[in-house]
């Protein structure tokens, strides 16, 4: 069956400081792959996605993702975070069984340390 | 352009009690989708809508219903509230294409006393 994982509840980082969002997927043909923002008391927003070519995707807000087939994941970095990223994160992957739909992970909470 | 909208913002309904949620979007998209939030759950499917006039049961289906008589709006109802009914809903919309994007409204907030 169709899953994605976000292995990682909360991550607390420093404002400044790298991040990375894991995401693992299991899927058996191409993924379509997505990441979304959610900040509190939002919606989500698209932050940016994967169909295909390029296996490094650019996004907004400074994001970007990259894709590796061999282990199924398309994690979420950002070179240096601001006080401003502290929102939810969600990993989905589009699937084509009956119908389209996203598949999605539980998320990922980021807070930012000072 | 709006988007999607939802209405109520949010809500506080007496178990047993009938409620629809709205929802309308205007970005003339085929397909439509219901989901609600829970804490360390993420996004969970109820109901979805792949053109005007069907509809498709989704992961959590029981004790909602839907109906998509045109493309803008995509109503979604509990006919009798329970408290595990409590979450945050959120409908979506998106080009029924594959690799589609799927863009969210605001979101419903419900307590089911």
């Known amino acids: 069956a169709q899953s994605v994982t976000q292995p990682d509840i909360h991550i607390t980082v420093s404002e400044g400081a790298s991040l990375e969002l894991r995401c693992n997927y299991s899927?058996?043909?191409?993924?379509?792959l997505f990441w979304y923002v959610q900040s509190p008391g939002q919606g989500l927003q698209l932050l940016l996605k994967?169909?295909?070519?390029d296996t490094l995707v650019q996004g907004i807000k400074g994001f970007e993702a990259e894709f590796k087939r061999s282990q199924s994941s398309f994690n979420l970095r950002k070179p240096s975070v601001h006080w401003s990223d502290a929102a939810e994160y969600f990993c989905?992957?589009?699937?084509?069984?009956?119908?389209?739909?996203?598949?999605w992970g539980a998320g990922t909470k980021l807070i930012i340390k000072p | 352009i709006a988007g999607i909208t939802q209405a109520p913002t949010s809500q506080i309904l007496a178990a047993g009690r009938r409620m629809t949620l709205r929802c309308t979007q205007d970005?003339?998209?085929?397909?439509m989708y219901w989901y609600r939030q829970d804490l360390g759950l993420g996004l969970r499917l109820i109901h979805y809508?792949?053109?005007?006039?069907?509809?498709g049961k989704g992961e959590v289906p029981d004790g909602y219903s839907v109906s998509r008589a045109n493309t803008d709006d995509f109503p979604l109802t509990l006919a009798s509230a329970v408290p595990s009914q409590t979450s945050v809903y959120f409908c979506?919309?998106?080009?029924?294409?594959?690799?589609?994007?799927?863009?969210f409204g605001p979101g419903t907030r419900l307590t089911v006393l």
């Open positions: 979506a919309s998106s080009d029924s294409t594959s690799g589609s994007e799927q863009f």
């Open positions: 970005m003339r998209h085929n397909a």
């Open positions: 809508s792949n053109t005007a006039g069907t509809t």
């Open positions: 989905a992957v589009g699937v084509m069984d009956s119908n389209y739909q996203l598949i």
């Open positions: 899927y058996g043909a191409t993924p379509y």
């Open positions: 994967y169909f295909s070519g």
